[in-house]
């Protein structure tokens, strides 16, 4: 017995051993040498470390971020939590049909291969069972659930407008994402527009577009919420009959009513007027509006679908009505900040699990800040309690993408030792390369969160470096 366990504490030495030579090659490497570096790596059998740098040093973490959204809404929530969008009668006025939001970003979504317009189309079908045809009826859009400052206010003027930035409301539709398509064939800068998908009839583009000759896609459309005046620079490939970047609805709310309308009249039903929350809302007018009759509902997804959505996809917009709906639940006010609510439950809940979060400087749920930090230690704690703790702790093992495999990670790892053995969510914005999450190979099993900010290399230099640091684990 003796010897088996000199045998056991000389292979754990060698390891230990390989795994600090694998974090100074890492150091070392040309590609970081500005860079700020921190790194933390856990026993999650023993909760003691393996190896670490500056494991309490805060950074910018990108992407990772979801980790913390996703395993928090997982906790509060549950894994079987559905946001319920209904459409009623107004009991206080039979002629006004109320869309009542609940902050879905699933509906109309096209990441699930569901049908898009089910919702436009359930709802039709529903309603002319209901409606008189020679009546006139109006649309009031409730999607005053979040407010209405719908992104953060620490985000970039540069993402602004583009479809991985968009506004979280009471009410999202189709992801609040539309497609703008180009003709490039005739190598003429600016490429002419030939039409947005869905159809955005208000919106306006100025066009300072460039092409070029690489296949890039470096297209970008810019603006604010609720204007309708976009303007569009960067570049894009030549020689294409049709070309297509994404940027985001300006108004969800109102674009959803608009839309609802046009299925209605094409039914043979009169719509007089469609008008959201919003103007009442600003104004801090009581709304006057009694939801009836519920003639549709329209339930998403579990979150066990969503969060996995979130981590393997990395979807901005989904991460950012989970915070909100989680601030919104603590504090039911539609007049508070969901955003900030959501970030307060958050460094709570966690405080409450006995981690610190004196490291955690939040902004919002997707990590697109740039201004959001805090520590790999801090991360790797919270990785380890879903892991050891959580009643949710396969759900959201199953949320993250697997090395080698699929989502962000389908080629982060692959042909090596750990393909399809590491679970992680990665994160990158300028500057910033990050990992975090699970290796589980037989009785090795560590929770890890790597995180380098202000690289001097390339990324693919330093995700190789990451991934030859991983390897040494």
């Known amino acids: 017995m003796k010897r088996f366990l000199l045998l056991y504490l000389s292979l754990c030495s060698v390891w230990l051993s390989y795994s600090q030579v694998g974090l100074q090659q890492l150091l070392n490497n040309a590609a970081l040498k500005h860079a700020s570096v921190g790194i933390q790596v856990t026993d999650l059998n023993t909760g003691k470390t393996i190896v670490s740098h500056d494991p309490q040093k805060s950074l910018t973490p ?14 509060l929530l549950g894994s079987e939590y559905r946001y319920v969008t209904q459409v009623t009668l107004d009991e206080s006025d039979p002629t006004r049909i109320l869309v009542l939001g609940s902050g879905d970003p699933t509906l109309g979504s096209d990441v699930f291969g569901d049908n898009t317009t089910a919702f436009f189309i359930n709802t039709t079908d529903a309603l002319k069972k209901e409606l008189q045809p020679d009546q006139e009826y109006s649309i009031y859009v409730v999607d005053n659930l979040f407010g209405y400052d719908g992104i953060s206010p620490e985000w970039t003027w540069i993402d602004i407008g583009n479809y991985y930035a968009s506004g979280s409301y009471g009410i999202s539709i189709f992801d609040n994402t539309y497609k703008l398509f180009f003709n490039t064939s005739a190598r003429i800068a600016p490429p002419r527009i030939l039409r947005t998908e869905p159809d955005m009839k208000k919106i306006r583009f100025t066009n300072f577009l460039t092409l070029n000759t690489t296949g890039s896609d470096n297209g970008y459309i810019y603006g604010i919420p609720f204007s309708y005046e976009r303007t569009v620079k960067g570049n894009i490939p030549a020689g294409k009959a049709e070309f297509s970047i994404k940027g985001d609805i300006p108004d969800p709310g109102l674009f959803l009513g608009e839309t609802l309308a046009d299925y209605l009249v094409r039914s043979g039903i009169k719509i007089s007027q469609v008008e959201t929350a919003r103007t009442d809302y600003l104004a801090k007018k009581q709304v006057q509006y009694k939801p009836g009759k519920i003639v549709h509902t329209q339930t998403s997804r579990p979150m066990k679908d969503i969060v996995q959505e979130v981590n393997v996809k990395s979807n901005n917009h989904y991460a950012e009505h989970l915070l909100r709906i989680i601030g919104r639940t603590q504090n039911t006010d539609i007049y508070s900040d969901a955003l900030q609510a959501g970030i307060g439950y958050v460094k709570k809940f966690w405080e409450q699990q006995g981690i610190s979060t004196s490291s955690l400087t939040l ?7 740039p201004q959001n930090a805090f520590s790999p230690a801090f991360l790797t704690e919270i990785l380890a309690y879903m892991y050891t703790k959580s009643k949710n702790s396969k759900v959201f093992f199953d949320s993250l993408p697997k090395a080698g495999k699929d989502g962000t990670l389908r080629s982060f790892m692959r042909n090596t030792k750990y393909e399809g053995k590491i679970s992680a969510k990665s994160g ?27 690289f001097n290399g390339t990324r693919s230099q330093v995700r190789s470096a990451i991934e030859k640091f991983l390897s040494t684990l």
């Open 62 to 75: 990108a992407s990772i971020t979801k980790v913390i959204t996703s395993a928090t809404a997982l906790e």
């Open 428 to 454: 990158s914005i300028g500057g910033v390369q990050c990992y975090s999450g699970y290796l589980i190979d037989g009785n090795k099993q560590y929770a890890f969160t790597v995180m380098i900010n202000k």
């Open 363 to 369: 902004h919002d749920g997707s990590g697109l800040a």
